[in-house]
């Protein structure tokens, strides 16, 4: 897959929105090692949840021209730049500023991408609309996962995909059986160590 443009990003937005990391790039790997199996599905409406500078979702949409791409940030900065390179790389992209895909009432999504806050922290921290949303995910680092893993069933169409970045301290084994309980099966795509950091990428299907 090839990496989306970045060079109109100025480097003083990175102050206020996701500068993207080996995580963002581990999670587009993901998704490239995945292409075959995405382009067999013919995915309508693919969706990035928290998509910081656009470059996933516009890698994506990049990738499968065919697709309507959308996303959305809690992080208004966010949803702007995620428009404009998706803009520069020639990806019609719709980016709404809502908390996870609250808004988005009757849809349901082919492929949901999500490279979420996954630091631990303390509860306090989490649940900002700043630079802080881009890590601070508070309990496990999972208290903003958690609550879109809630949301998968009735968002996710029925042949679905979701492509879900961890890292270890998230516990993802615990994630594997929330999922479960609500009938998803699950595979790892894909696992890197990153310093101090062992990052990895599940994907959930029915
Ligand atoms: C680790 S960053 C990932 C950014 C981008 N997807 C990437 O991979 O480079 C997490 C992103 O999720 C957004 N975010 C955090 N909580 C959110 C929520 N409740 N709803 C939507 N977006 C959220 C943050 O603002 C941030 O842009």
């Known amino acids: 897959m090839e990496t989306p443009y970045q060079n109109h990003i100025d480097k003083a937005e990175f102050d206020h929105v996701y500068e993207p990391a080996e995580d963002s790039f581990l999670l587009i790997d993901a998704l490239e090692q995945d292409l075959d199996y995405l382009k067999a599905k013919k995915p309508t409406f693919c969706l990035e949840v ?3 500078s656009g470059v996933v979702i516009t890698a994506l949409g990049m990738a ?12 208004f900065k966010a949803c702007a730049i995620s428009k404009i390179t998706a803009k520069r790389n020639k990806v019609p992209l719709d980016a709404v500023n809502m ?14 991408i999500f490279n979420p806050p996954y630091v631990v922290t303390e509860s ?7 630079i802080t949303a881009s890590w601070a995910g508070g309990v496990k680092g999972r208290e903003v996962t958690d609550r879109l893993l809630d949301l998968i069933p009735k968002k ?10 961890l890292i270890e301290e998230n516990i993802p ?10 009938g998803f099966q699950s595979e790892t795509v894909i696992k890197r160590r990153n310093r101090n950091e062992q990052q990895l990428v599940l994907k959930f299907y029915k």
């Open 50 to 52: 928290g998509s910081g």
């Open 64 to 75: 499968i021209p065919d697709t309507v791409c959308m996303c959305s940030d809690v992080n």
């Open 99 to 112: 908390d996870l895909c609250n808004a988005f009432l009757d849809e349901m999504f082919d492929v949901i």
């Open 124 to 130: 306090n921290e989490c649940g900002g609309t700043d």
């Open 156 to 165: 996710l169409a029925p042949n679905g995909t979701f492509y879900l970045l």
């Open 173 to 182: 084994q615990e994630v594997i059986t929330i999922m479960s309980k609500h």
